[in-house]
């Protein structure tokens, strides 16, 4: 079945730049998508790409799409305190569902 | 904002019991989809629902049931719960008439067991 993958942790300083990664095992994943989950609140989708594409960007947010290798990242360019949360990257294929990965903590330090 | 509500925000309840937790989808979304969110099993799709009619399920257990009425809006229904059972429980609607079809969530509703 579906399988997707993240670190479960990351730290970075107020200012430098933050890469989440995933990694997905199901080919035939069409969309794969970011959300954020701030502590006690539900799911900020943030952005998402299609796989025929292997970047896309959005202000301070750089997703890279390695499909050879299964591989999402997500970089957030001057991280600040305030970016501190959960990240998860999903995947949705033929059946539409997400499937999610286990989620980067991502916490910046000041 | 996602345009997504859920009630209720929270829900203690007692083993054995059953609950109903409720979700609107976004103006205009055909589709619900329902999450559940624990500790030990992460994110997991529960089952999902298009314009009344289920369209697929996922790890959803025998005790709990859903549907979705003809105002779009969706219940899920848990019964006979167990302690295992307390989770975020998370409700998200997409247009669902494309290709591409971003879910949006709802703020879930926190399921507490005792």
Known sequence: GEDVEQSLFLSVREGDSSVINCTYTDSSSTYLYWYKQEPGAGLQLLTYIFSNMDMKQDQRLTVLLNKKDKHLSLRIADTQTGDSAIYFCAESGSARQLTFGSGTQLTVLP | ?114
């Open chain 2, 1 to 114: 904002d996602s345009g997504v509500t859920q009630t209720p925000k929270h829900l203690i309840t007692a083993t054995g019991q059953r609950v109903t937790l409720r979700c609107s989808p976004r103006s205009g979304d055909l589709s619900v989809y329902w999450y559940q969110q624990s500790l030990d099993q992460g994110l997991q799709f529960l089952i999902q629902y298009y314009n009344g009619e289920e369209r697929a399920k996922g790890n959803i257990l025998e005790r709990f049931s859903a549907q979705q009425f003809p105002d779009l809006h969706s219940e899920l229904n848990l019964s006979s719960l167990e302690l295992g059972d307390s989770a975020l429980y998370f409700c998200a609607s997409s247009v669902a008439r494309a290709a591409h079809d971003t879910q949006y969530f709802g703020p879930g509703t926190r399921l507490t067991v005792l």
